[in-house]
């Protein structure tokens, strides 16, 4: 199936591992000029140097911490014409709410929450100007299915589904799709570290974060590829008629007992 994808732009945040890199791959493959960003210039450009061993169009590369305005403005600045803009970046962490400090909590939001906002902010502006583009809002099934042991990232991402929700829904009338999707546990190095952290409260034994795993849909994570090629397929012209929802990628997870 032809995605339509060749010489159209794609800016990925947060794509130097995980479901970002892996996304990467995936618009790569169907003959998208991508463009990855991070904060560590030598993830990155391991990131690079994968993609190139599997065959893969060389992405540009944009270093920046999105945590900061500054830095999403630069990014915006340097490149402002994109079609397509995959806002991924983020690590919110474990813990309840008498774990995390204030301080932790608005630096976690200050890249998940607003680095989202205000690139949605800045890309949204352009894309209407220019009657076209996509946007994609990686979040994650916490925001459906809050719990007191990731209270922070639940939150987090609940306010992301009510941000897609309400600019998709408007952003129609200039042409511009926005949607998200929502992983369950995805097999990522931040994944592995969540799961040690409530394997070391519920247990004492961080050792022993693998020992749910078989309770999971299909006796397993999600894989990072399985998100990607979602996001690829929904934010193609192939599924035009698509803005203002967010879509639950959890194995029926959310309604099992």
């Known amino acids: 199936m032809d995605l339509d994808f ?6 990925i945040t947060g794509a130097s591992k995980g479901i970002g890199l892996a996304c990467a791959e995936s618009f790569l493959r169907e003959g998208a000029e991508v463009i990855i960003t991070g904060r560590d210039e030598g993830r990155l450009m391991q990131a690079v140097a994968s993609l190139k061993a599997a065959g893969l169009a060389e992405p540009a590369v944009f270093v920046g911490d999105l945590a900061k305005a500054e830095d999403r403005e630069r990014l915006f600045k340097t490149h402002p014409d994109v079609d397509v803009l995959v806002n991924n970046a983020g690590a919110i962490p474990g813990g309840n709410l008498l774990d995390i400090t ?11 929450v607003f680095g989202y906002v205000h690139l949605t902010q800045l890309y949204l502006g352009a894309m209407r100007e220019n009657c076209d583009g996509v ?7 916490a925001g459906r299915a809050p719990r007191w042991d990731y209270v922070c990232g639940a939150a987090g991402n609940a306010a992301l589904i009510a941000l897609t929700n309400a600019v998709g829904a408007e952003s129609v009338d200039w042409n511009v799709r926005v949607f998200g999707i929502n992983p369950s546990p995805t097999r990522t190095d931040r994944i592995e570290t969540l799961l040690r952290k409530k394997a070391e409260d519920r247990y004492g034994d961080p050792e022993r974060w ?15 590829s399985e998100v990607a090629d979602l996001a690829v397929m929904l934010a193609s012209p192939r599924a035009s008629y698509l803005s203002g929802t967010v879509i639950d990628v959890d194995g029926g997870q959310l309604h099992r007992d």
């Open 6 to 11: 060749v010489g159209r732009t794609v800016l």
């Open 102 to 112: 204030l301080e932790r909590w608005t630096e976690a939001w200050q890249l998940k």
């Open 135 to 141: 946007i994609v809002n990686i979040i994650g099934m």
């Open 210 to 224: 693998q020992e749910d795993l078989s309770a999971l849909p299909f006796g397993r994570l999600a894989e990072p």
